[in-house]
């Protein structure tokens, strides 16, 4: 059975940090391009991060350009998301998603990845 299992999440401060994991079973991560989106109340899903099978390819949205890190290490099954200064704006669920696609594919033109983890929450408030 695939599965992708996100960690890490929780509730820090405003300009506090926290790095999210997502852990893969039942499929090896290498060649699959991985995304984070994320889903605040009342909103659309929105995606924040993705980065290619080898690494070599990542987009950041804009959003939170400059704060947040995109990386894998494919020798664990694992893809992270590294989140600084982190503002009350990102609270939301965190999804991490995986295709065999392009960065382009899913983090620009949104086309819909085929596995989706259960996602994690991120509260960031004082």
Partial sequence: QLRLVESGGGLVQPGGS????CAASGFTLDYYTIGWFRQAPGK???GVSCISSSGGSTHVADPVKGRFTISRDNAKNTVYLQMDSLKPEDTAVYY???DRTTVQAMCVNL???EYWGQGTQVTVSS
């Fill in 18 to 21: 926290l790095r999210l994991s």
């Fill in 44 to 46: 659309e899903r929105e």
């Fill in 96 to 98: 991490c998603a995986a």
């Fill in 111 to 113: 086309r819909r990845p």
